[in-house]
């Protein structure tokens, strides 16, 4: 009895021994093939069928020729054998894009795509059969049934020729303008971010730029290049002078025999077919993490390679406004294009410095995060007042950071202090002919020379400002000028407890000490205003870098070891270099705790008890604390 894999080869062999005799053959197999692909009758089938159309298109039976004009001759043998051939021909590329559709097996599926691909170019040495590739590459980017297995070998295999990816390009511009017209989900069709999935998944496989004809690692699916039966087809904007050379070429015979030019062998029709397929990807509707992926390639393999990269600016700009790593691989975009494209954008530190905030130091993306914003602040663009307003912030944010954020933050305000020496007032802000000298009190109405006295007010506020502050306030309360009777008799006129208002200019009455008269700076109050996203209007210049006094006393040594490591290196520029923020990034408060569970101590601090304590809190101290167990 014979078996149907038995039937099915040898309907093959005898369809290829003889290909016109045994051409019904060709009905037997195609309908083998759609009763089951996936099964090893239909595998046999599929690949007869290709070894015969492919034979076909050799020996002329399937070549397109010009239509018969007298009805004798649309009745011959060999045309009528042509149309017939032609009809099995579309049924065969019907069934294969049927099992892309399909929920057909990976397996089944690969071996339809190759089929495909090899009727592609099966047609003449250098021809490629655009038409049927693009319904192709249409099922693979909107059909949700194709498998990966498929996405991958048409990734790793075919996108190496230029030909297929000129033409993958072309389909990838056209399905998504098709998913951005399409607001509600269609059946059986990617739409929205999936479609975008589908092709980002494609297009960040496919080189930026086409290779020169002379380059050797441009090679072409059809043949063509390296049969060299084409050629580069002229622009539409050509010069002149760019015309007379390529005529010269042809009539030297340079360029060889040609079967005509092709748009996929031109490198300018490639670009523009390149950035077309990306701002089509780039208007779809894609989330998050798909947009993470495209803009870590966005400034570095895609915006050389656009024709007008200036275009991706709206999409950078919306990107931006969502804020944290989005934003700030937006912004290394968009400085990318300031830098090199002439883009301006002149709130560009404006919104780096909105985006600082406290959560970057635990984001996990933290790293990348702050490598860009080193890059950014090494520019020589940053102007003086902006590099203080970041100064400031680190300073600021380093307060309240991680102990590795805590590091990096005093990183940054090392190279941004050594890399703008104007911003040194920040830390040692020199005394004002003003400020050295305080203004005398005017002394009260009286005759004789009064004796000094301080109210309550004064004595409470010198119990409770800082000694660097109470030097020189004490001084300006308690001076009495004995030479002037003028002023003794202004003075005598004032209120008790009021003085007057700081000097104008006076750094220390201004920042520090002054006092809350009208609504002036209290005692102690820092003229930086955090919540101001301006670096412009933050008054940073104005203010000092008390945060590192601060820092010097953190829990962690690290910390106050980089304080001290800051002092030394900006009392010695020449010796010392920028601190490399690249090696601090690595760190995180996990590695630092191992660091010390490690570490060998010499000596340990012991607590000795009379008794072993019972309990956390005394008992007295219980009421303090209602509802815990202490």
């Known amino acids: 009895m014979v078996t149907q894999m038995q039937e099915v080869t040898l309907l093959g062999e005898e369809l290829l021994r003889e290909p016109v005799k045994r051409v019904n053959h060709v009905s037997k197999l195609l309908s083998i093939l759609s009763s089951d692909p996936s099964q090893a009758p239909g595998k046999v089938a599929l690949k007869y069928l290709k070894l015969f159309f492919t034979a076909s298109f050799e020996n002329g039976n399937l070549t397109e020729q010009t239509e018969p004009t007298r009805a004798a001759d649309s009745q011959a043998p060999q045309v009528r054998l042509r149309v017939w051939l032609r009809q099995k021909f579309e049924m065969l590329c019907g069934h294969l894009l049927g ?35 693009n319904r192709a590459s249409t099922v693979l980017l909107q059909q949700p049934a194709v498998s990966q297995d498929v996405l991958e070998l048409l990734i790793s295999k075919y996108l190496q020729y230029a030909d297929v990816r000129f033409h993958m390009l072309q389909v990838m511009h056209k399905v998504a303008e098709c998913a951005q017209s399409q607001n509600l989900p269609s ?80 490198p300018s029709a490639y ?69 090199k494209h002439g883009l301006e954008y002149p709130h560009f530190y404006a919104r780096l ?23 950014f602040l090494s520019s020589g663009m940053v102007p003086a007042y902006t590099a203080a307003a970041f100064i400031k912030k680190f300073a600021h944010l380093a307060l309240t950071a991680p102990p590795a954020g805590a590091v990096i933050a005093i990183a940054f305000i090392h190279n941004l202090l050594r890399r703008h020496p104007s911003c040194s007032v920040l830390v ?13 009190l005017p002394a009260p109405m009286l005759t004789a020379t009064p004796a000094v006295t301080h109210t309550s007010t004064d004595i409470m506020e010198q119990q409770t400002l800082p000694d660097a502050l109470m030097n020189g306030k004490t001084h300006a309360l308690g001076h009495v000028s004995s030479s002037s009777a003028s002023e003794a ?14 000097i104008a200019g006076d750094a220390v009455g201004q920042t520090a000490a002054a006092t809350a008269i009208g609504g002036r700076m209290e005692a102690g109050q820092d003229v930086f205003d955090e919540n101001e996203v301006d670096p412009a209007k933050c008054r940073a210049i104005e203010s000092s870098l008390w945060e590192l006094e601060s820092l010097r006393h953190h829990y962690y040594h690290a910390v106050a070891k980089y304080v001290s490591i800051l002092e030394k290196d900006l009392g010695d520029r020449k010796r010392t270099a920028e601190v490399d923020i690249g090696a601090l990034l690595r760190s995180s408060y996990s590695e630092y705790f191992a660091v010390e569970t490690q570490k060998r101590l010499k000596s340990v601090p012991v607590a000795f008890f009379p008794m072993p304590p019972t309990q956390l809190f005394p008992n007295a101290a219980k009421l303090e604390f209602p509802g815990w167990v202490c």
């Open 489 to 502: 008799e202004r003075s005598d006129a004032e209120e008790p407890g009021v003085r007057p208002a700081p």
């Open 428 to 440: 040692n802000k020199p005394a004002t002919p003003q400020s050295a000298a305080p203004a005398p």
């Open 271 to 339: 670009k523009r077919a390149f950035s077309e397929a990306w701002l089509g990807l780039l208007r779809l509707p894609l989330p998050s993490d798909l947009l993470k992926k495209v803009l870590v390639q966005l400034h570095s393999k895609v915006m050389p390679s656009l024709a007008n990269p200036l275009l991706l600016s709206d999409f950078l700009s919306s990107c931006l406004d969502q804020g944290g790593l989005l934003g700030m691989l937006a912004l290394n975009a968009l400085f990318t294009l300031v830098t």
């Open 353 to 375: 410095y909105a985006l600082l905030q406290g959560p970057v130091f635990r984001a996990k993306y933290r790293a990348r995060f702050l490598q860009l914003a080193d890059i």
């Open 187 to 266: 059946e059986g069709i990617l739409t929205g971010e999936h479609a975008g999935r589908r092709i980002f998944q494609v297009l960040s496989a496919i080189a930026p730029t086409l290779a020169l004809e002379g380059d050797k690692s441009m090679q072409s699916w059809c043949g063509a290049v390296e049969a060299g039966v084409v050629a580069a087809a002229p622009l539409r904007g050509e010069g002149s002078q760019q015309r007379r050379k390529r005529k010269r070429e042809a009539a030297s015979g340079k360029e060889g025999p040609l079967l005509g030019s092709v748009q996929w062998a031109n």
């Open 99 to 133: 099992m892309l559709h399909d929920q057909a097996e990976a397996a089944a599926q690969v071996a339809a795509l190759n089929t495909l691909l090899e009727l592609v170019r099966s047609q003449q040495v250098g021809v490629f059969d655009h038409r049927l590739f």
